[in-house]
Nanobody, 116 residues
Framework: QVQLVESGGGLVQPGGSLRLSCAAS????????MAWFRQPPRKQRESVAV???????SYRDSVKGRFTISRDNGKNTVSLEMNSMKPEDTAVYYC??????????WGQGTQVTVSS
């Protein structure tokens, strides 16, 4: 059984920063890609940032230059540093992993609200 536990969400003012973390535990032998998705109110879930096992990263255009994804392979964690936040970043944020066996797991989600 694999579990993903996210933390770090909350309320932040426009222009502020938050750091999300996601820890994977359980029967994990290896993790390929790790990613953050988000689901804004009344919208579909969308990809935010992805990081491969070798450390290559990709971002959706609207967060480039503001968000940074990173991972710690020894601890099976993935983080998302969010700076210069905007109201349109408001969403439930989810972490997702693909294991070396090609199995996908999702976290339970953490609310991020950007508002003055």
């Amino acid at each position: 059984q694999v579990q993903l536990v996210e933390s770090g969400g909350g309320l932040v003012q426009p222009g502020g920063s938050l750091r999300l973390s996601c820890a994977a535990s359980g029967s994990i032998f290896s993790i390929n890609t790790m990613a953050w998705f988000r689901q804004p109110p009344r919208k579909q879930r969308e990809s935010v940032a992805v990081i491969t096992s070798s450390g290559s990263t990709s971002y959706r255009d609207s967060v480039k230059g503001r968000f940074t994804i990173s991972r710690d392979n020894g601890k099976n964690t993935v983080s998302l540093e969010m700076n210069s936040m905007k109201p349109e970043d408001t969403a439930v944020y989810y972490c997702r992993i693909f294991t070396g066996r090609g199995v996908e797991y999702w976290g339970q989600g953490t609310q991020v609200t950007v508002s003055s």
